[in-house]
Protein backbone atom coordinates (compact mmCIF):
# COMPACT_ATOMS: atom_id res chain seq x y z
CA UNK A 1 0.00 0.00 0.00
CA UNK A 2 0.90 3.44 0.14
CA UNK A 3 0.33 5.46 3.25
CA UNK A 4 0.65 9.86 3.15
CA UNK A 5 3.94 10.80 2.87
CA UNK A 6 5.14 14.45 5.26
CA UNK A 7 4.15 17.26 6.29
CA UNK A 8 0.77 14.61 7.86
CA UNK A 9 1.33 11.40 9.64
CA UNK A 10 -0.08 8.68 8.22
CA UNK A 11 -2.85 7.27 10.65
CA UNK A 12 -2.85 3.18 11.12
CA UNK A 13 -6.14 1.82 12.53
CA UNK A 14 -8.07 -1.22 13.42
CA UNK A 15 -10.07 -3.49 15.23
CA UNK A 16 -9.10 -5.66 18.79
CA UNK A 17 -9.97 -6.81 22.59
CA UNK A 18 -11.11 -4.26 24.65
CA UNK A 19 -8.33 -2.68 26.60
CA UNK A 20 -5.72 -4.71 25.25
CA UNK A 21 -2.10 -2.79 24.31
CA UNK A 22 -1.31 -2.21 20.45
CA UNK A 23 2.17 -1.60 19.84
CA UNK A 24 2.44 -0.61 15.98
CA UNK A 25 5.84 -0.98 14.49
CA UNK A 26 7.52 0.46 11.34
CA UNK A 27 10.51 -1.18 10.01
CA UNK A 28 12.70 -0.83 7.39
CA UNK A 29 14.74 -4.02 6.34
CA UNK A 30 13.80 -5.79 9.72
CA UNK A 31 15.24 -2.65 11.62
CA UNK A 32 12.78 -1.00 14.13
CA UNK A 33 12.73 3.00 13.20
CA UNK A 34 9.73 3.78 14.79
CA UNK A 35 6.84 2.45 17.42
CA UNK A 36 3.87 4.20 18.66
CA UNK A 37 1.94 2.25 21.54
CA UNK A 38 -1.72 2.71 22.14
CA UNK A 39 -4.75 0.82 23.72
CA UNK A 40 -7.88 -0.71 22.15
CA UNK A 41 -10.97 1.36 22.84
CA UNK A 42 -13.56 -0.87 24.54
CA UNK A 43 -17.05 0.98 23.52
CA UNK A 44 -15.71 0.82 19.85
CA UNK A 45 -13.23 -2.16 20.08
CA UNK A 46 -10.92 0.11 17.72
CA UNK A 47 -7.25 1.36 18.15
CA UNK A 48 -6.12 4.28 16.06
CA UNK A 49 -2.11 5.72 15.76
CA UNK A 50 -0.60 8.12 14.13
CA UNK A 51 2.76 7.56 12.19
CA UNK A 52 5.07 10.61 12.87
CA UNK A 53 5.40 12.26 9.52
CA UNK A 54 7.79 10.35 6.81
CA UNK A 55 9.40 11.09 3.54
CA UNK A 56 8.33 9.70 0.12
CA UNK A 57 9.90 6.54 -0.44
CA UNK A 58 9.91 2.59 1.22
CA UNK A 59 9.73 0.23 0.94
CA UNK A 60 8.91 -0.59 5.06
CA UNK A 61 6.86 -2.82 7.02
CA UNK A 62 4.00 -2.34 9.26
CA UNK A 63 3.70 -4.36 12.62
CA UNK A 64 0.94 -4.31 14.88
CA UNK A 65 0.95 -6.34 17.94
CA UNK A 66 -2.09 -6.40 20.08
CA UNK A 67 -0.98 -7.54 24.29
CA UNK A 68 -3.88 -8.58 26.35
CA UNK A 69 -2.40 -10.57 29.58
CA UNK A 70 -0.51 -13.84 28.06
CA UNK A 71 -2.15 -13.47 24.50
CA UNK A 72 -0.10 -11.78 21.90
CA UNK A 73 -1.47 -11.44 18.47
CA UNK A 74 0.30 -9.40 15.19
CA UNK A 75 -0.36 -8.27 11.83
CA UNK A 76 2.19 -7.55 8.90
CA UNK A 77 1.83 -5.45 6.26
CA UNK A 78 4.82 -5.69 4.02
CA UNK A 79 5.98 -3.51 0.74
CA UNK A 80 4.60 -0.40 2.28
CA UNK A 81 5.33 3.18 0.57
CA UNK A 82 5.23 6.66 1.61
CA UNK A 83 3.96 8.74 -0.32
CA UNK A 84 0.21 10.93 -1.72
CA UNK A 85 -2.82 9.35 -1.27
CA UNK A 86 -5.68 10.56 -3.65
CA UNK A 87 -9.28 9.49 -3.57
CA UNK A 88 -11.10 8.62 -6.58
CA UNK A 89 -15.03 8.72 -6.56
CA UNK A 90 -18.09 9.63 -8.79
CA UNK A 91 -20.43 7.39 -11.19
CA UNK A 92 -19.72 5.71 -14.42
CA UNK A 93 -17.52 8.05 -16.11
CA UNK A 94 -14.80 6.94 -13.01
CA UNK A 95 -15.82 3.79 -13.12
CA UNK A 96 -14.87 3.18 -16.74
CA UNK A 97 -11.38 0.63 -16.62
CA UNK A 98 -8.68 0.84 -18.63
CA UNK A 99 -10.07 -1.65 -20.94
CA UNK A 100 -12.82 0.15 -22.33
CA UNK A 101 -10.42 3.31 -22.98
CA UNK A 102 -8.44 4.17 -26.47
CA UNK A 103 -5.63 2.58 -26.91
CA UNK A 104 -6.16 -0.15 -23.88
CA UNK A 105 -3.59 -2.98 -25.04
CA UNK A 106 -0.70 -0.34 -25.03
CA UNK A 107 -2.62 1.36 -21.99
CA UNK A 108 -2.46 -1.87 -20.13
CA UNK A 109 0.59 -2.88 -20.73
CA UNK A 110 2.41 0.07 -19.67
CA UNK A 111 2.55 -1.05 -16.12
CA UNK A 112 6.17 -1.92 -15.32
CA UNK A 113 7.26 1.50 -15.03
CA UNK A 114 4.36 1.96 -12.37
CA UNK A 115 4.89 -0.21 -9.92
CA UNK A 116 5.31 2.47 -7.39
CA UNK A 117 1.68 3.78 -7.73
CA UNK A 118 -0.47 1.35 -5.49
CA UNK A 119 -4.29 0.79 -6.41
CA UNK A 120 -7.09 0.15 -4.10
CA UNK A 121 -10.85 -0.29 -4.94
CA UNK A 122 -13.97 -0.43 -2.88
CA UNK A 123 -17.00 -2.48 -3.52
CA UNK A 124 -20.07 -1.42 -4.78
CA UNK A 125 -22.29 -0.93 -1.89
CA UNK A 126 -24.91 0.62 0.08
CA UNK A 127 -25.94 1.62 3.74
CA UNK A 128 -28.38 3.33 5.69
CA UNK A 129 -26.48 4.27 8.34
CA UNK A 130 -22.66 5.41 8.37
CA UNK A 131 -20.92 2.36 8.82
CA UNK A 132 -16.95 2.09 10.15
CA UNK A 133 -15.24 -0.02 8.29
CA UNK A 134 -16.12 -0.91 4.60
CA UNK A 135 -18.12 -3.83 4.21
CA UNK A 136 -15.74 -5.02 1.30
CA UNK A 137 -13.37 -4.28 -1.48
CA UNK A 138 -12.88 -5.64 -5.33
CA UNK A 139 -9.32 -5.03 -4.81
CA UNK A 140 -7.09 -4.82 -1.72
CA UNK A 141 -3.85 -2.68 -1.92
CA UNK A 142 -1.70 -3.83 -4.82
CA UNK A 143 0.19 -3.43 -7.38
CA UNK A 144 -0.51 -2.20 -11.07
CA UNK A 145 -1.20 -4.91 -13.35
CA UNK A 146 -2.83 -5.54 -17.08
CA UNK A 147 -5.52 -8.16 -15.26
CA UNK A 148 -6.43 -5.77 -11.96
CA UNK A 149 -7.11 -2.19 -14.63
CA UNK A 150 -8.43 -4.11 -17.31
CA UNK A 151 -10.30 -6.44 -15.03
CA UNK A 152 -14.08 -6.22 -17.15
CA UNK A 153 -16.18 -3.33 -17.81
CA UNK A 154 -16.96 -0.66 -15.27
CA UNK A 155 -15.08 -3.08 -12.41
CA UNK A 156 -12.10 -2.92 -10.00
CA UNK A 157 -10.03 0.29 -11.00
CA UNK A 158 -10.77 3.56 -12.60
CA UNK A 159 -9.06 4.41 -15.70
CA UNK A 160 -9.09 8.01 -14.87
CA UNK A 161 -7.90 7.35 -11.30
CA UNK A 162 -4.81 5.23 -12.79
CA UNK A 163 -4.14 7.51 -15.58
CA UNK A 164 -4.15 10.40 -13.04
CA UNK A 165 -1.90 8.98 -10.72
CA UNK A 166 0.32 7.90 -13.57
CA UNK A 167 0.46 11.44 -14.73
CA UNK A 168 0.95 12.37 -11.21
CA UNK A 169 3.63 10.01 -10.54
CA UNK A 170 5.67 11.02 -14.03
CA UNK A 171 5.65 14.72 -12.59
CA UNK A 172 6.32 14.07 -8.55
CA UNK A 173 9.23 10.93 -8.76
CA UNK A 174 8.33 9.33 -5.65
CA UNK A 175 5.00 6.95 -4.77
CA UNK A 176 1.16 7.44 -5.34
CA UNK A 177 -1.47 5.64 -3.99
CA UNK A 178 -4.84 5.40 -5.76
CA UNK A 179 -8.42 4.35 -3.71
CA UNK A 180 -11.30 3.99 -6.08
CA UNK A 181 -14.14 4.22 -4.93
CA UNK A 182 -17.49 4.82 -7.60
CA UNK A 183 -20.49 3.36 -8.66
CA UNK A 184 -22.78 3.87 -12.15
CA UNK A 185 -25.42 5.95 -12.90
CA UNK A 186 -25.45 7.73 -9.17
CA UNK A 187 -26.69 11.06 -8.04
CA UNK A 188 -24.44 13.26 -5.89
CA UNK A 189 -27.18 12.35 -3.40
CA UNK A 190 -26.36 9.32 -2.42
CA UNK A 191 -22.92 10.31 -2.20
CA UNK A 192 -23.43 13.36 0.30
CA UNK A 193 -24.18 12.94 3.93
CA UNK A 194 -27.60 13.98 5.57
CA UNK A 195 -26.16 16.75 6.95
CA UNK A 196 -24.85 18.40 3.47
CA UNK A 197 -28.21 17.25 2.04
CA UNK A 198 -30.63 18.55 4.37
CA UNK A 199 -28.36 22.50 4.10
CA UNK A 200 -29.50 22.31 0.76
CA UNK A 201 -32.50 21.76 0.95
CA UNK A 202 -32.91 18.65 -1.42
CA UNK A 203 -36.49 17.79 -1.00
CA UNK A 204 -36.80 13.47 0.47
CA UNK A 205 -37.79 12.80 -3.03
CA UNK A 206 -38.40 13.66 -7.06
CA UNK A 207 -38.97 11.98 -10.14
CA UNK A 208 -36.12 9.42 -11.36
CA UNK A 209 -35.44 9.11 -15.25
CA UNK A 210 -34.42 5.93 -15.31
CA UNK A 211 -32.17 6.81 -18.90
CA UNK A 212 -29.71 8.53 -16.74
CA UNK A 213 -29.85 6.88 -13.29
CA UNK A 214 -29.35 3.37 -12.91
CA UNK A 215 -27.81 2.95 -9.47
CA UNK A 216 -28.89 3.90 -5.75
CA UNK A 217 -30.25 6.97 -5.90
CA UNK A 218 -31.73 6.83 -1.77
CA UNK A 219 -30.01 10.02 0.46
CA UNK A 220 -26.72 9.00 1.44
CA UNK A 221 -26.17 5.89 0.67
CA UNK A 222 -23.08 5.83 -0.86
CA UNK A 223 -21.48 8.08 1.43
CA UNK A 224 -22.56 6.01 4.32
CA UNK A 225 -21.04 2.57 2.29
CA UNK A 226 -18.06 3.78 0.18
CA UNK A 227 -16.83 6.94 1.87
CA UNK A 228 -17.54 7.61 5.50
CA UNK A 229 -15.49 4.03 5.92
CA UNK A 230 -12.48 6.16 4.68
CA UNK A 231 -12.65 9.24 6.99
CA UNK A 232 -9.57 7.81 8.94
CA UNK A 233 -6.81 7.61 6.48
CA UNK A 234 -4.91 10.57 5.59
CA UNK A 235 -5.65 11.58 2.44
CA UNK A 236 -3.44 14.41 -0.23
CA UNK A 237 -7.00 14.95 -1.82
CA UNK A 238 -10.00 13.76 -4.29
CA UNK A 239 -10.94 14.02 -7.14
CA UNK A 240 -14.73 13.45 -8.59
CA UNK A 241 -16.45 13.04 -11.86
CA UNK A 242 -20.09 12.61 -11.51
CA UNK A 243 -22.97 14.86 -12.46
CA UNK A 244 -24.88 13.31 -15.67
CA UNK A 245 -27.12 11.63 -12.98
CA UNK A 246 -28.32 15.06 -11.90
CA UNK A 247 -29.46 16.58 -15.13
CA UNK A 248 -32.75 15.90 -14.98
CA UNK A 249 -32.38 14.89 -11.15
CA UNK A 250 -32.41 17.89 -8.54
CA UNK A 251 -30.64 19.52 -11.20
CA UNK A 252 -31.22 23.20 -9.79
CA UNK A 253 -29.71 22.27 -6.38
CA UNK A 254 -26.42 21.30 -7.91
CA UNK A 255 -24.81 24.60 -7.43
CA UNK A 256 -25.62 23.80 -3.65
CA UNK A 257 -25.47 20.55 -3.32
CA UNK A 258 -21.62 19.88 -5.02
CA UNK A 259 -19.68 22.69 -2.79
CA UNK A 260 -21.32 21.59 0.15
CA UNK A 261 -20.15 17.86 -0.61
CA UNK A 262 -16.83 19.27 -1.10
CA UNK A 263 -17.08 20.98 2.32
CA UNK A 264 -18.41 18.11 3.86
CA UNK A 265 -15.63 15.67 2.49
CA UNK A 266 -13.30 18.23 3.43
CA UNK A 267 -14.11 18.50 7.28
CA UNK A 268 -14.74 14.16 7.49
CA UNK A 269 -11.95 13.66 6.81
CA UNK A 270 -9.33 16.18 8.35
CA UNK A 271 -11.68 14.95 11.62
CA UNK A 272 -11.47 11.58 11.74
CA UNK A 273 -7.70 11.84 10.52
CA UNK A 274 -7.32 13.43 13.79
CA UNK A 275 -6.35 17.03 11.71
CA UNK A 276 -3.89 14.64 9.49
CA UNK A 277 -5.71 14.99 6.04
CA UNK A 278 -5.49 19.16 5.47
CA UNK A 279 -8.95 20.94 6.10
CA UNK A 280 -9.08 22.51 2.46
CA UNK A 281 -7.43 19.19 0.72
CA UNK A 282 -7.18 20.16 -2.68
CA UNK A 283 -10.33 18.60 -4.32
CA UNK A 284 -10.35 18.16 -8.45
CA UNK A 285 -13.36 17.50 -11.09
CA UNK A 286 -14.16 16.84 -14.53
CA UNK A 287 -16.55 19.23 -16.01
CA UNK A 288 -19.15 17.10 -18.11
CA UNK A 289 -17.85 16.01 -21.50
CA UNK A 290 -21.14 16.11 -24.52
CA UNK A 291 -23.49 13.54 -24.90
CA UNK A 292 -26.36 12.91 -27.13
CA UNK A 293 -29.72 12.53 -25.55
CA UNK A 294 -33.46 13.60 -25.14
CA UNK A 295 -33.90 16.91 -27.17
CA UNK A 296 -36.34 17.75 -24.10
CA UNK A 297 -32.90 17.91 -21.87
CA UNK A 298 -31.25 19.96 -23.94
CA UNK A 299 -30.50 22.83 -21.40
CA UNK A 300 -29.66 20.59 -18.81
CA UNK A 301 -26.12 19.69 -19.59
CA UNK A 302 -25.34 23.15 -19.99
CA UNK A 303 -26.67 23.89 -16.68
CA UNK A 304 -24.96 21.17 -14.54
CA UNK A 305 -21.85 22.11 -15.99
CA UNK A 306 -22.02 25.61 -15.05
CA UNK A 307 -23.59 24.47 -11.60
CA UNK A 308 -19.89 22.21 -11.37
CA UNK A 309 -18.77 25.51 -10.52
CA UNK A 310 -21.11 26.94 -8.37
CA UNK A 311 -22.27 29.17 -11.22
CA UNK A 312 -18.94 31.06 -11.44
CA UNK A 313 -17.85 28.99 -14.85
CA UNK A 314 -14.10 28.98 -12.98
CA UNK A 315 -12.58 27.58 -10.29
CA UNK A 316 -11.24 28.04 -7.43
CA UNK A 317 -13.78 30.39 -6.35
CA UNK A 318 -15.35 31.95 -3.06
CA UNK A 319 -17.72 28.95 -2.79
CA UNK A 320 -15.23 26.80 -4.20
CA UNK A 321 -11.47 27.01 -2.52
CA UNK A 322 -8.76 25.14 -3.75
CA UNK A 323 -10.42 23.30 -6.00
CA UNK A 324 -9.37 22.33 -9.34
CA UNK A 325 -11.24 21.86 -13.10
CA UNK A 326 -10.74 19.56 -15.79
CA UNK A 327 -12.82 20.87 -19.08
CA UNK A 328 -14.17 18.20 -21.41
CA UNK A 329 -16.51 19.94 -23.37
CA UNK A 330 -14.62 18.96 -26.17
CA UNK A 331 -14.10 15.22 -25.37
CA UNK A 332 -17.21 13.63 -26.86
CA UNK A 333 -17.36 10.20 -28.51
CA UNK A 334 -19.77 10.26 -30.94
CA UNK A 335 -19.27 6.22 -31.71
CA UNK A 336 -18.27 4.92 -28.15
CA UNK A 337 -19.23 1.29 -27.98
CA UNK A 338 -20.68 2.02 -24.27
CA UNK A 339 -22.60 5.01 -25.71
CA UNK A 340 -21.68 9.04 -26.34
CA UNK A 341 -21.98 9.82 -22.26
CA UNK A 342 -18.98 7.46 -22.32
CA UNK A 343 -16.35 8.62 -23.74
CA UNK A 344 -13.11 6.52 -24.38
CA UNK A 345 -10.41 9.72 -24.21
CA UNK A 346 -9.73 9.69 -20.36
CA UNK A 347 -6.26 9.66 -20.98
CA UNK A 348 -6.72 13.71 -21.95
CA UNK A 349 -9.16 13.75 -19.05
CA UNK A 350 -6.49 12.39 -16.88
CA UNK A 351 -3.92 15.18 -18.19
CA UNK A 352 -5.97 17.94 -17.15
CA UNK A 353 -6.80 16.84 -14.22
CA UNK A 354 -3.25 16.62 -12.73
CA UNK A 355 -2.36 19.74 -14.69
CA UNK A 356 -4.98 21.48 -11.69
CA UNK A 357 -3.35 18.83 -8.94
CA UNK A 358 -0.12 20.60 -10.13
CA UNK A 359 -0.83 23.84 -9.85
CA UNK A 360 -3.41 24.11 -6.74
CA UNK A 361 -1.87 20.88 -4.68
CA UNK A 362 1.62 21.33 -5.53
CA UNK A 363 2.07 24.57 -6.00
CA UNK A 364 3.58 24.97 -9.74
CA UNK A 365 3.51 27.68 -11.61
CA UNK A 366 1.36 26.47 -14.49
CA UNK A 367 -1.94 26.76 -16.72
CA UNK A 368 -4.09 24.46 -16.02
CA UNK A 369 -7.36 26.21 -16.88
CA UNK A 370 -8.77 27.22 -20.64
CA UNK A 371 -9.46 31.42 -21.38
CA UNK A 372 -12.21 32.96 -19.50
CA UNK A 373 -12.88 36.43 -20.78
CA UNK A 374 -12.20 38.98 -18.13
CA UNK A 375 -13.62 41.91 -19.94
CA UNK A 376 -16.89 42.77 -22.29
CA UNK A 377 -17.57 45.36 -23.85
CA UNK A 378 -20.62 47.18 -26.00
CA UNK A 379 -19.49 48.70 -28.74
CA UNK A 380 -22.74 49.57 -30.39
CA UNK A 381 -22.01 52.20 -32.27
CA UNK A 382 -19.97 49.30 -34.37
CA UNK A 383 -22.55 46.83 -33.80
CA UNK A 384 -19.86 44.36 -31.53
CA UNK A 385 -19.09 43.26 -28.64
CA UNK A 386 -15.82 42.91 -27.73
CA UNK A 387 -14.33 40.36 -25.35
CA UNK A 388 -11.00 40.36 -23.28
CA UNK A 389 -9.37 37.23 -22.36
CA UNK A 390 -7.37 36.84 -18.93
CA UNK A 391 -5.03 34.64 -20.85
CA UNK A 392 -3.61 34.30 -24.76
CA UNK A 393 -6.20 32.56 -26.49
CA UNK A 394 -6.18 30.68 -29.78
CA UNK A 395 -9.00 30.67 -32.30
CA UNK A 396 -9.53 26.73 -33.34
CA UNK A 397 -11.99 27.11 -35.66
CA UNK A 398 -14.06 29.88 -36.44
CA UNK A 399 -17.80 28.87 -34.84
CA UNK A 400 -20.41 31.56 -36.04
CA UNK A 401 -22.92 29.74 -33.16
CA UNK A 402 -20.87 28.26 -30.32
CA UNK A 403 -21.45 32.48 -28.85
CA UNK A 404 -25.25 33.68 -28.19
CA UNK A 405 -26.18 36.96 -26.83
CA UNK A 406 -29.52 37.61 -25.37
CA UNK A 407 -31.93 39.84 -26.79
CA UNK A 408 -34.05 41.83 -25.14
CA UNK A 409 -37.58 44.00 -25.45
CA UNK A 410 -40.46 44.26 -23.66
CA UNK A 411 -39.20 41.78 -21.18
CA UNK A 412 -38.64 38.95 -23.70
CA UNK A 413 -35.31 37.84 -24.34
CA UNK A 414 -34.54 35.12 -27.05
CA UNK A 415 -30.70 33.81 -27.66
CA UNK A 416 -29.38 34.88 -31.50
CA UNK A 417 -25.88 33.39 -32.26
CA UNK A 418 -22.94 36.30 -31.56
CA UNK A 419 -20.72 35.07 -34.98
CA UNK A 420 -16.92 35.74 -34.12
CA UNK A 421 -15.70 38.98 -36.35
CA UNK A 422 -11.82 40.23 -35.78
CA UNK A 423 -9.37 38.34 -33.24
CA UNK A 424 -6.00 38.87 -31.78
CA UNK A 425 -3.95 36.90 -29.33
CA UNK A 426 -5.99 38.18 -26.12
CA UNK A 427 -9.66 39.38 -27.78
CA UNK A 428 -12.45 38.12 -29.45
CA UNK A 429 -14.69 40.82 -31.36
CA UNK A 430 -18.34 39.52 -31.95
CA UNK A 431 -20.58 40.45 -34.32
CA UNK A 432 -24.15 41.26 -32.56
CA UNK A 433 -25.95 42.84 -35.22
CA UNK A 434 -28.94 40.21 -35.36
CA UNK A 435 -29.98 41.93 -31.80
CA UNK A 436 -31.81 45.06 -32.55
CA UNK A 437 -32.85 44.97 -28.74
CA UNK A 438 -30.71 45.55 -25.91
CA UNK A 439 -27.91 42.95 -25.25
CA UNK A 440 -28.38 41.55 -21.79
CA UNK A 441 -25.74 38.73 -22.02
CA UNK A 442 -23.43 36.72 -23.48
CA UNK A 443 -22.94 32.56 -23.33
CA UNK A 444 -20.38 30.58 -25.07
CA UNK A 445 -20.57 26.79 -25.83
CA UNK A 446 -24.12 26.32 -23.97
CA UNK A 447 -25.51 23.31 -25.58
CA UNK A 448 -25.10 19.50 -25.09
CA UNK A 449 -22.37 18.64 -27.68
CA UNK A 450 -20.85 22.66 -28.66
CA UNK A 451 -18.28 20.82 -31.08
CA UNK A 452 -16.34 18.06 -32.40
CA UNK A 453 -13.65 16.24 -30.75
CA UNK A 454 -10.58 18.49 -29.82
CA UNK A 455 -12.55 20.84 -32.30
CA UNK A 456 -13.99 23.65 -29.94
CA UNK A 457 -13.74 27.46 -31.13
CA UNK A 458 -11.81 28.73 -28.09
CA UNK A 459 -7.84 27.24 -26.89
CA UNK A 460 -4.88 28.58 -24.83
CA UNK A 461 -1.97 28.63 -27.19
CA UNK A 462 0.38 26.36 -25.30
CA UNK A 463 -1.57 24.25 -22.63
CA UNK A 464 -4.63 22.83 -25.71
CA UNK A 465 -7.03 23.64 -22.75
CA UNK A 466 -10.16 24.68 -24.47
CA UNK A 467 -12.27 27.98 -22.99
CA UNK A 468 -14.97 26.61 -20.72
CA UNK A 469 -18.46 27.29 -20.78
CA UNK A 470 -19.57 30.38 -19.40
CA UNK A 471 -22.66 33.15 -19.04
CA UNK A 472 -22.13 36.41 -18.28
CA UNK A 473 -24.58 38.94 -17.27
CA UNK A 474 -23.43 42.87 -19.62
CA UNK A 475 -24.38 45.05 -16.72
CA UNK A 476 -25.39 49.24 -17.52
CA UNK A 477 -23.38 51.17 -19.83
CA UNK A 478 -21.92 54.44 -18.41
CA UNK A 479 -23.79 57.19 -19.17
CA UNK A 480 -22.39 58.69 -22.44
CA UNK A 481 -20.02 55.73 -23.29
CA UNK A 482 -20.87 52.86 -25.13
CA UNK A 483 -19.15 50.48 -22.90
CA UNK A 484 -20.46 47.58 -20.49
CA UNK A 485 -18.78 45.21 -18.76
CA UNK A 486 -19.72 41.49 -17.60
CA UNK A 487 -19.81 40.38 -14.43
Known amino acids: MVLQREPAGAVIWGYGAPRATVTVTLCRDQEPIMKKVTSVKADSNTWTVVLDPMKPGGPYEVM ?279 PRDKQTVAYRLHLGARALAYGEKLIFQGPLPQKIELLADKGLLNLTYSQPIKVQRRDDKIFEVSCCSDHQCKWLPAPMDTFSTQSLALNITSCQDTPAALRYAWTPWPCEYKQCALYHPTSTLPAPPFLALITSPSPGYHSRTAK
Open 64 to 342: AQQTLGRINFTQRVHDVLFGDVWLCSGQSNMKMTVSQVFNATAELSDTAAYQSVRILSVSSTQAQQELEDLAKVDLRWSKPTSKNLGHGNFTYMSAVCWLFGRFLYDALRYPVGLLSSSWNGTPIEAWSSRRSLEACGVPRSGSMPSDLQFGPSAHSVLWNAMIHPLRNMTLKGVIWYQGESNVNFNRDLYNCTFPLLIDDWRQTFHDGSQGQTERFFPFGFVQLSSYLFDEALDDGLPQIRWHQTADFGYVPNQRMPNTFMAASVDLCDRNSPFGSIH
